[in-house]
């Protein structure tokens, strides 16, 4: 029986990244360690273990520099096709902290209901920009997706 399908650890390649305020650091750990914590992560092709994980931003794209036991393989994904829901997201997460210093109980309902549905739609892309190329599940994905944001906000 193969081992499940996980990740051990995440590494970002800091050179290839946009220059990050200690505040967006600490997002960008907070968002490793969620993920690092619980997740299913399936490559095509590899038997099943752990796998350490190196992201990069290149050209545009999303490096997956993934390793373990057995397995080494490297998948590059758009960023463009995701662009709108990040930007979207990003957006409406500064609209739903500005909502936490002085709306009403109701208002910042509002906020966080569609924070949390663009959150999903943003999971489901990269889910579907990961096709046949790394299978993971909705919980896995959202996470991911936070990475990502936290990957591309600027400081």
Do not use: W
């Not at 549905?117 to 046949?132: D, I, K, S, T, V």
């Not at 936070?146 to 400081?155: K, V």
Request: hydrophobic share 40%.
């Amino acid at each position: 029986m193969s081992a499940p399908h996980k990740l051990a650890s995440v590494e970002l390649d800091a050179a290839t990244l946009p220059a990050a305020t200690a505040e967006i650091e600490h997002e960008r750990r907070v968002a490793i360690f969620d993920l690092v914590e619980r997740n299913s992560f399936e490559p095509v092709g590899a038997e099943g273990g752990s796998y350490r994980l190196k992201l990069s931003l290149q050209d545009n794209r999303l490096v997956f520099d993934v390793t373990g036991e057995a397995f080494a393989r490297t998948y590059a994904i758009s960023l463009t096709p995701l662009k709108g829901v990040i930007k979207d997201y990003l957006l409406i997460c500064d609209s739903y902290y500005e909502a936490l210093r002085g709306s009403s109980p109701s208002q910042i309902e509002s906020v966080d209901m569609g924070r949390r549905g663009l959150h999903n739609e943003g999971a489901e892309q990269l889910m579907n920009r990961l096709e046949g190329k790394i299978a993971v599940d909705q919980e896995t994905a959202r996470r991911l997706f936070t990475l990502l944001c936290a990957l591309y906000r600027r400081g």
